[in-house]
């Protein structure tokens, strides 16, 4: 992976906090945060629960050979934890945000590095079809129709999910919401509009990072330690 192209999760921590180090917070306190202040004050609210809740750590591949980390948490009602409100978890070392979630089950992802749009390697399940034959169908005169055999398989597509580091705010990154941050520098934005690319993840991603190049002053927020 060329860090260079995660604008949200790219530039080192000492050039993006220098007024407010969170890349250089070495004591994380461990536990499950119910919003993104709660992490910016490095104060979760549930932070017995985060050792005695169900989770497994485990590492997730994508087809171009990057991986990522992923939390998955099954909370339960004897666990106190409310279910609605839920930004992201510290294990005591590194922070994941939450993403997703299905029925009872929660999963964050992990947060490599901070920038003024932080990058997230999330995934989806695309299913993959291939014919691999055909043949001849019969009927009461005969052949009638062709058959295709088809084989389906799911891979993982990775896909660009950001934080606004100013609000916490978490979004997946498409056109829509990456032409809205490039507002603010035309010339950059213009270029963006220019490309053919459908979505392509590495190009949104060269441009979210240059965008941050651009932004490093505008880091607002103050992080305890």
Not at 17 to 45: M, V, W
Not at 50 to 56: C, I, L, N, P, R
Not at 62 to 71: A, E, I, L, P
Not at 121 to 128: A, M
């Amino acid at each position: 992976m060329k860090l260079r192209f995660f604008l949200f999760t790219l530039i080192s921590f000492q050039d993006c906090f220098s007024q407010s180090d969170i890349l250089g917070r070495t004591n994380h306190q461990k536990g499950i945060y119910r919003t993104y202040q709660e992490f910016l004050d490095n104060d979760p609210y549930y932070k017995s629960q985060f050792d005695s809740v169900t989770k497994t750590l485990t590492k997730e591949k994508f087809k171009d050979g990057d991986s990522t980390m992923v939390y998955k948490i099954t909370i339960l009602a004897k666990d106190g934890i409310g279910i609605d409100s839920l930004w992201g978890l510290c294990d005591g070392k590194d922070v994941y945000v939450k993403q997703q979630h299905d029925v009872r089950s929660y999963y964050f992802f992990l947060v490599n590095k901070w920038d003024r749009y932080s990058l997230v390697n999330t995934f989806e399940y695309v299913t993959v079809s291939k014919a691999i034959g055909t043949g001849l169908g019969s009927g009461l005169i005969g052949a009638v129709a062709t058959t295709v055999y088809v084989v389906s398989t799911s891979i993982r597509k990775k896909k660009p999910y950001l934080i606004n580091l100013n609000n916490g705010y978490k979004f997946l990154l498409t056109n829509g919401p990456l032409s809205n941050i490039l507002k603010g520098e035309p010339e950059l934005r213009m270029a963006y509009l220019k490309e053919k690319h459908d979505e392509d993840y590495l190009v949104m991603i060269k441009y979210v990072s240059k965008y941050n190049e651009l932004n490093i002053g505008e880091i607002k927020v103050k992080f305890v330690e």
